[in-house]
């Protein structure tokens, strides 16, 4: 029966890219510890995995290519080539082209291996090439010679669901073939069932082989390197047929004290691994698409909304409730919760898939401005919002290249003012309160308050005359088309990248601030909400309508003073907090409503932060904090200026979501 293998290609293709990710970072770290044996053992693991499924799937570029590649990483391993910068170089390069074939098989077009013929020349002369005068690596060699031919018996139990991870079992035969003869091979169906039952994406075959061999056990091992956790896989020695010693000629008697002890030790076991021959246990991970997580959690927020309006509704009978009652509904509330948290966290994933592509940028970045430097990652461990986590990239990787490019100084710079050649960058991750907040950090010059204020008047941002903090000052970096640069480059200087970083934080329904003292460093500070499908937010009264701040970008509440109110001609109202002027914003004029009133003792202020500065939003009533279940107004009704969202209180009504930088904007 054939199988349709291409319902496991995207599993292929998923896994395929997280090797190279980790492919690339094995590569960043082999360059500062060339003798760093596992790093180099998990490079040949990662090329070894790509090379077996892309084989499996009939992509034969990848798995050629891949083969080219896994060769020079051999040949490293085994000592013959010894790691040097222009090896690290060709494989990163190699590992560069390997992505471009995948993504080309991905979307089904295919130039063939032609346009990487010069880099499979480079890679193949690598392998050619002594390296009497590199760093030498202790030799790992690929096996070990045993004293003469050995027949051993392998038993392979592959998990029933091992084609769902993309590899074929006759090709992991067909490479133990390479090690020896395989002088017996006999199929086992026992655990096949009836032919009405048989599923053809199962595999429910045994295969009992007997391999004969020089090689030792470690060998044998490696052809199963990467199925360790989906196939379990017995090696032990064949044992000898009872033939009378009478039969025998005196020289051809085995004598156990003749054989090679280590060898007999070395190719008895069962290999370590974790999978059942049953299968039961084969999967303690399993992928499921994102847009069937996203599906859950909106009826898990439509449930959220149902047991608010169940528990509101109960709460006006007129009798009051039952005891039973109230328990039931407190049960309710309780699993309501429970449910909702680990629906969130299914969601969460580890921002070390976004840390794990910034090494590249650094390396690469560094040595094309010739600049020396060290990047620290913290808090890698540290989960997100998988949505959050996905589109945290860019934003992250343009913080990078700013501090490399303006941050840090050159070798000689630095030591002119007694600093080190080698700059540091630290990039770490921590939870605070309900929220994810990044650092980016670099030791370099800091920011030029002077040149950034001068600029600002240069183009109208400011007026000569305005006084500004230095907060204020550091986020005029984030206006469009803001740049310090003397000269533009290929890296920056054409004043386009922050604002986008601004607005992609923003968009995340996060905020973005900068410290830094002048010769001593900058810090960019990253705040994010745990998930973009529940928000934490403050519930105010507008016009007799509700609305809801994102509480992230809420600084306090005040009720103010008449003599605090002024009108200041040609640019609006401010109110005086605390001997600071704020723009001042009636939310009942911008929003419209009903049933309000402007008189300043029943009014209320709330002092949000949006782009660095503070505004004070004037509404009715504070209504309290509380989780929101946010939905789209544009995929159910249509984008609208100055709001964000929507959600569905527990009485029904429908409340909008703010979007602070778009309310500021529309009161101009």
Known sequence: MQIDTRQFHQAFFEEAFEHLVTM???????????????????????????????????????????????????????????????????????????GVLIRAAQAGESDGLEPFRELIDRLNQLQQKPGAAS????TVPKSVMAAGPVEVNITVTPALTIFQRGVDPLLLIRELESLGELTHCEIDTSRAPALADIDPTLCYLIWHLTLKTTHKREAIDEVFIFVDDCCEVSVRPKELSPVPPSELAPEAVPMESELDATTASSL?????????????????????????????????????IAQAMVTQSVSRLAGGCTPLLQEALSTVERTTRDLQQHVMAVRLV??????????????????????????VLEGEETELDKVVVDQLADPLIHLIRNSVDHGLETPAEREATGKPAQGLIKLSARH???????????????????????????????????????????????????????????VSGRGVGMDVVKRNIQALNGNVRISSLQGQGTTVTI?????????????????????????????????????DLHLVPGRGEIVLVRGEALPLIRLNRLL?????????????????????????????????????????????FRRVDGLSGATILGDGRVACILDIPGITRLAG
């Not at 760093?135 to 202790?138: D, E, F, N, R």
């Not at 076991?269 to 909106?298: F, Q, Y």
């Not at 980016?440 to 903090?469: C, F, M, P, S, Y």
């Open 24 to 98: 690339e970072t094995s590569l960043i770290t082999l360059e500062s510890s060339p003798g760093d044996t596992e790093t180099i053992n998990q490079l040949f693991r990662c090329a070894h995995s790509i090379k077996g499924s892309s084989a499996t799937f009939g992509f034969a570029d990848v798995a050629s290519f891949t083969h080219v590649l896994e060769s020079l990483m051999d040949c490293v391993r085994e000592g013959k080539v010894p790691v040097t910068l222009e090896v690290v170089e060709a494989l990163l390069i190699a590992t560069d082209a390997l």
């Open 135 to 138: 760093i030498s690596l202790p």
């Open 268 to 304: 008895t076991g069962t290999s370590n691994n974790k999978m059942a021959a049953s299968g039961n246990s084969d999967a303690s991970t399993i992928r499921v698409p994102v847009e069937k997580i996203d599906v859950l959690m909106n009826l898990v927020g439509e449930l959220v």
């Open 350 to 375: 580890p921002i070390a898939t976004v840390f794990r592509r910034l090494p590249r940028v650094t390396r690469d970045l560094a040595g094309q401005l010739g600049k020396q430097l060290e990047l």
């Open 432 to 490: 605070e309160g309900g929220n994810v907040v990044v650092d980016i950090t670099d030791d370099g010059r800091g920011l030029n308050v002077e040149r950034i204020r001068a600029k600002a008047i240069e183009r109208g941002l400011v007026q000569e005359h305005e006084r500004l903090t230095q907060e204020q000052i550091y986020a005029l970096i984030f206006e469009p088309g803001f740049s310090t640069a003397a000269a533009v480059t290929d």
């Open 527 to 563: 705040s994010l909400p745990l998930t973009m499908a529940i928000l934490e937010g403050l519930s105010v009264s507008v016009g007799g309508e509700i609305y809801i701040l994102p509480l992230l970008s809420v600084v306090e509440s005040l009720r103010p003073e008449e003599r």
């Open 592 to 636: 419209g409503g009903y049933g309000f009133s402007e008189a300043p003792d029943t009014q209320l202020v709330v002092i949000v932060e949006s782009h660095g500065r503070r505004y004070a939003f004037m509404v009715d009533e504070l209504c309290g904090q509380l989780q929101v279940v946010m939905k789209s107004l544009e995929q159910n």
